[in-house]
């Protein structure tokens, strides 16, 4: 192994300026951190939308709202024209189920949906009305629920938050750059427009506004949850020992030689792997985040790295 100041040399070119890096890692998440999170006292942050969950089937009502994400819904139902084309972006209004006969035998159970133009489009389950009634959720593909959506929005609206994340984007969906850790204003809160995550995030910094995909419900675990991606208070204040040129790079996602773990930590986020490294000169620490990312520190300060 290579004493780290050959790995620096090699990496001259990146060491000597900062660059921008849209890292957001997931960690794998061990059977031990499981349970080290589950006995962890939860943060505001983790407790403040965890009860925003989809209605299970038994509580449906007639009039219940889901949006379409995705025009592939068509291929759900028994279209036949270019009628299909325009139902993204509305929505499908349930008006109830009931049980239909099947091959098996077993029950079948078909749910009527209801276009903005009226016509009725039957969702067909291969499960019967009571198996359906006892489950906790149901999901009809390519779409997202209201009520959820609107009761995060209710709560997040006109509020000023610390974003987490700078994996923005614009309000139609592109990819941009964003900032860690400024305060951003929610203006809106929306059905998704990916079809992975149920909410869009709108909001605004300093006039420039933006987006961000974001789940509802679920744990601290839950992936792109509101703990994740924002917090109440200004992380700045708990790390006052951290110089003001630090911290502008830390906003960018930036680092630079001879900064801490918890700096590089704040302006990348958690690497997805550590390991300790033996070198003639002793251990050296490696963090990994995918893609050749690395961050390599000896005696606690980023000596090299690759972005």
């Given at each position: 192994?290579k004493h780290?100041a050959?790995?620096?040399a090699?990496?001259?070119a990146i060491?000597?300026?900062?660059?921008?890096t849209?890292?957001?890692?997931?960690?794998?998440?061990?059977?031990?951190?499981?349970?080290?999170?589950?006995?962890?006292?939860?943060?505001?942050?983790?407790?403040?939308?965890?009860?925003?969950?989809?209605?299970?089937?038994?509580?449906?009502?007639?009039?219940?709202?889901?949006y379409?994400?995705?025009?592939?819904i068509?291929k759900?139902?028994?279209?036949?024209?270019?009628?299909s084309?325009?139902?993204?972006?509305t929505?499908?209004?349930?008006?109830?189920?009931?049980?239909a006969?099947?091959?098996?035998g077993?029950?079948?159970?078909?749910?009527?949906?209801?276009?903005?133009?009226?016509?009725?489009?039957?969702?067909?389950?291969?499960?019967?009305?009571?198996?359906?009634?006892?489950?906790?959720?149901l999901?009809?593909p390519?779409?997202?629920?209201?009520?959820?959506v609107?009761?995060?929005?209710?709560?997040?609206?006109?509020?000023?938050y610390?974003?987490?994340?700078?994996?923005?984007r614009?309000?139609?969906?592109?990819?941009?750059?964003?900032?860690?850790?400024?305060?951003?204003?929610?203006?809106r809160?929306?059905?998704?427009?990916?079809?992975?995550?149920?909410?869009?995030?709108?909001f605004?910094?300093?006039?420039?506004?933006a987006?961000?995909?974001?789940?509802?419900?679920?744990?601290?675990g839950?992936?792109?949850?509101?703990?994740?991606?924002?917090?109440?208070?200004?992380?700045?204040?708990?790390?006052?020992?951290?110089?003001?040129e630090?911290?502008?790079l830390?906003?960018?996602?930036?680092?630079?030689?001879?900064?801490?773990?918890?700096?590089c930590?704040l302006?990348?986020?958690?690497p997805?792997?550590?390991?300790?490294?033996?070198?003639?000169?002793g251990?050296?620490?490696?963090?990994?985040?995918?893609?050749?990312?690395?961050?390599?520190?000896?005696?606690?300060?980023?000596?090299?790295?690759?972005?």
């Amino acid at each position: 192994m290579k004493h780290p100041a050959i790995i620096a040399a090699a990496l001259t070119a990146i060491a000597l300026h900062s660059c921008f890096t849209g890292i957001e890692s997931t960690p794998r998440i061990t059977a031990g951190e499981v349970r080290r999170q589950s006995a962890a006292k939860p943060t505001p942050e983790m407790l403040f939308l965890a009860d925003i969950l989809p209605e299970p089937p038994a509580e449906w009502n007639t009039g219940k709202r889901f949006y379409v994400s995705d025009n592939r819904i068509a291929k759900l139902f028994s279209y036949t024209d270019g009628r299909s084309d325009s139902l993204a972006g509305t929505d499908l209004i349930y008006a109830g189920r009931s049980g239909a006969p099947s091959l098996t035998g077993e029950g079948a159970t078909e749910i009527d949906l209801v276009t903005w133009r009226g016509d009725t489009l039957q969702y067909r389950i291969d499960a019967s009305p009571e198996n359906i009634a006892a489950r906790p959720r149901l999901e009809i593909p390519f779409t997202i629920e209201r009520a959820p959506v609107e009761r995060a929005d209710s709560m997040m609206r006109g509020h000023i938050y610390y974003i987490s994340t700078p994996l923005w984007r614009t309000v139609d969906g592109r990819s941009r750059p964003g900032l860690r850790h400024v305060p951003v204003s929610i203006e809106r809160v929306e059905p998704g427009i990916d079809g992975i995550y149920p909410a869009a995030v709108i909001f605004s910094h300093e006039g420039d506004t933006a987006m961000v995909m974001m789940s509802l419900g679920g744990t601290a675990g839950t992936p792109r949850s509101f703990a994740s991606l924002f917090s109440f208070t200004n992380p700045r204040d708990a790390f006052p020992h951290i110089s003001d040129e630090v911290w502008q790079l830390i906003v960018h996602s930036r680092v630079q030689h001879a900064m801490t773990r918890d700096e590089c930590r704040l302006a990348l986020g958690t690497p997805t792997r550590t390991e300790q490294i033996p070198t003639t000169a002793g251990m050296v620490e490696r963090w990994s985040y995918g893609d050749g990312i690395y961050l390599i520190f000896e005696d606690g300060a980023l000596t090299s790295y690759r972005l």
